[in-house]
């Protein structure tokens, strides 16, 4: 992220969820914050996530999950990157995250955990800081 540049978002819906309002909040609110967000639309499998995370070369990845399979999906995308050598971008995870799944998550390298209710403006400020600290 160069000085100046927009921070690049890639907002994904993996699995089978169906429900995207909460992902559309995200995408406008961020996009609003002056971020460039790209969002994959909704049943994409972690796989499609990590292609579009690389080939768009994005600083964060946020996967927003209803499904409840947050913990095997986010370890499929957290793999993924790895592989490609993208273990860089800043994961974070969006949802109805049950509390004791949330330690899970960050031990696999989740940055952040959102759940319903978050406010746009604390996520981006997350964001800015956590892109801060690994520049």
């Given at each position: 992220?160069?000085?100046?540049?927009?921070?690049?978002?890639?907002?994904?819906?993996?699995?089978?969820?169906?429900?995207?309002?909460?992902?559309?909040?995200?995408?406008y609110g961020l996009r609003d914050e002056?971020?460039?967000?790209?969002y994959t639309g909704i049943r994409q499998s972690p796989a499609?996530?990590?292609?579009?995370?690389?080939?768009?070369?994005?600083d964060v990845v946020g996967l927003?999950?209803?499904?409840?399979?947050?913990?095997?999906?986010?370890?499929?995308?957290?793999?993924?990157?790895?592989?490609?050598?993208?273990?860089?971008?800043?994961?974070?995870?969006?949802g109805i995250i049950p509390e004791e799944d949330k330690k899970t998550l960050k031990k696999m390298g989740v940055e952040g955990v959102f759940t319903s209710g978050a406010k746009i403006k604390d996520i981006a400020a997350f964001?800015?800081?956590k892109l801060r600290e690994s520049s």
């Open positions: 992220m160069g000085e100046g540049s927009k921070i690049r978002v890639l907002i994904a819906k993996p699995g089978l969820d169906g429900h995207e309002r909460g992902a559309h909040v995200v995408v002056g971020f460039e967000v790209i499609q996530i990590v292609s579009a995370a690389v080939q768009e070369d994005v927003s999950i209803l499904s409840g399979a947050h913990i095997s999906l986010t370890k499929k995308v957290m793999q993924g990157l790895k592989a490609k050598g993208a273990d860089d971008i800043l994961v974070t995870v969006g964001i800015r800081a």
